[in-house]
């Protein structure tokens, strides 16, 4: 099956640097890459996604990039702002007759200083 | 548009004992998971409808762990008997058929003592 792996576990950075989470794979057929953020007792929630055609896409201050031949995305967080405090969890989905498969990664805990 | 219904959203039981949890996905959403989620880890599936069938349940711990859909709608998991590992928060989530991405409900956190 697949496995996603995460790094860092966890990331401190000031307000206002960047902040850097990588994710690798291991089944060459996963074709889709979402990104889930976990603020403190809450759901997970959809910040943004990749899909397997693409290399690059763009959400204001979030930007994930993939990888297909190395097999690893990663998501970038410019200009942090407090309230980036979460955690992230990336994941890998591939389309299957059964219906989409989801691994998530081992998350992401991302602490803004102020 | 009303996200997905949890309930209850904590539990605390003995070990041995029996618990069930309730969801109720966004209207319209084919596909229901339940996941688990250990104290600093990711959600890990347990079981996966399309409608009211079974596409995925292989990481479902079959001895203890039981799920249904009924009329593709509703759905209820249960632990019988739990064990202390089953410490966890619970998640319901839903999506769109042929939609890769779900999303989730508040959660259940069960406590087994």
């Known amino acids: 099956g697949e496995n996603v792996e995460q790094h860092p576990s966890t990331l401190s950075v000031q307000e206002g640097d960047s902040a850097v989470i990588k994710c690798t794979y291991s089944?060459?057929?996963?074709?889709?890459f979402p990104w889930y953020k976990q603020e403190l007792g809450k759901r997970p929630q959809l910040i943004i996604d990749i899909r397997s055609n693409v290399g690059e896409k763009k959400d204001q201050r979030i930007a994930v990039t993939l990888n297909k031949t190395a097999k690893h995305f990663s998501l970038h967080i410019t200009e942090t702002q407090p309230e980036d405090s979460a955690v992230y969890f990336c994941a890998a989905s591939r389309r299957r007759s059964s219906g989409d498969k989801l691994t998530f990664g081992t998350g992401t805990r991302l602490a803004v200083r102020p | 548009e009303a996200g997905v219904a949890q309930s209850p959203r904590y539990k605390i039981i003995e070990k041995r004992q029996s618990v069930a949890f309730w969801c109720n996905p966004i209207s319209g959403h084919a596909t229901l998971y339940w996941y688990q989620q250990i104290l600093g880890q990711g959600p890990k599936l347990l079981i996966q409808f399309q409608n009211n069938g079974v596409v995925d349940d292989s990481q479902l711990p079959k001895d203890r762990f039981s799920a249904e859909r009924l009329k593709g709608v509703d759905s209820t998991l249960k632990i019988q008997p739990a064990k202390l590992e089953d410490s966890a928060v619970y998640l319901c989530?839903?999506?769109?058929?042929?939609?890769?991405?779900?999303?989730f409900g508040p959660g259940t956190r069960l406590t087994v003592l």
């Open positions: 089944d060459s057929a996963s074709n889709y």
């Open positions: 989530a839903s999506s769109l058929d042929r939609v890769p991405y779900p999303y």
